[in-house]
């Protein structure tokens, strides 16, 4: 089980979602973006830099880690991933409905040949919070139409991701065991330092606080019950962002600069 803060630092989340509310930017009159996520060990090293750069109408362009975004108007259309070499690796088409999105993922298969390799089907609310997510697989360039995994998606007022259920319908794998986690996540009462990230992802991060606490319970089918939590402390500006933190689990420090409109 991935940890959702770390994982996020360390690569771009595939999903993102943003909901605004009145712990925003606008609300001081000032509007930041993240312009650089720096990461080091306990002793000072650099462990991974990641650098934010935004168009002109200061919708995210693209990332140091190699995810590059397009738009229709400012919602997401395609997510693309490049390799450190500069070859496209994933291509990431977004299809909005009413109250539904479909992501089509295509992946570099071993032949170097871009082919569909999975997509979900999204559920939204009012607020353009996620409410749920099942994924398909693809056999060749046909889909699957059994859901392979599902995930269940809750949050509180100020619109905080607080707790995910995900799990396997049919089993992992081909396995009759239904693997399945569960995480709840608790926040602080700042600023998010996401708080400008595009409509049409998702991450746990982009609500309106920051994220403090995750606990885990994973049911693995050849490890049983795993449990497991990571905790989070950040030091904040005068404006309510943060701009230092610290992942305890891992001993990792953080440090956060912006642009500020």
């Given amino acids: ?7 996020f630092f360390a690569i771009l989340s595939l999903f993102a979602g943003c909901k605004k509310s009145g712990n925003n930017p606008s609300s001081i009159g000032k509007s930041y973006y993240l312009s650089s996520l720096i990461q080091t060990d306990s002793l000072g090293r650099p462990y991974f830099t990641t650098n934010y750069y935004w168009d002109n109408n ?9 995810y590059s975004y397009s738009y229709n108007g400012n919602k997401i259309s395609h997510v693309k991933h490049y390799s450190k070499s500069g070859l496209l690796g994933e291509n990431d088409i977004y299809q909005y409905y009413d109250t539904s999105l479909i992501i089509v993922i295509y992946e570099k298969n071993q032949n170097g040949k871009m082919t569909k390799n999975r997509y979900y089907n999204v559920h939204f609310n009012s607020n353009g919070q996620w409410l749920s997510s099942d994924q398909y697989n693809y056999n060749t360039d046909t ?4 859901i392979y995994n599902k995930t269940l998606f809750s949050y509180d007022a100020l619109g905080n991701l607080i ?4 799990y396997y319908p049919k089993g992992m794998n081909g396995s009759s065991c239904q693997d399945s986690s569960n995480t709840v996540i ?3 009462s700042k600023k998010c330092f996401y708080s400008h990230w595009p409509v049409g992802q998702y991450t746990a991060m982009f609500g309106a606080n920051n994220v403090l606490s995750e606990t885990m319970s994973e049911n693995d089918c050849a490890k049983g019950i795993i449990k497991d939590s990571y905790n989070y402390s950040y030091t904040y500006n005068v404006d309510g962002y943060p701009t230092s933190g610290y992942i305890k689990s891992d001993k ?3 440090a956060m600069t912006y642009i500020v409109k």
């Fill in 252 to 254: 990792i420090n953080l």
């Fill in 186 to 188: 608790t926040y602080d």
């Fill in 58 to 66: 200061m919708r995210l362009d693209s990332c140091s880690d190699g």
């Fill in 163 to 166: 707790n995910t259920i995900s």
């Fill in 1 to 7: 089980m991935k940890k959702l803060l770390l994982s």
């Fill in 143 to 146: 889909v699957n139409a059994e």
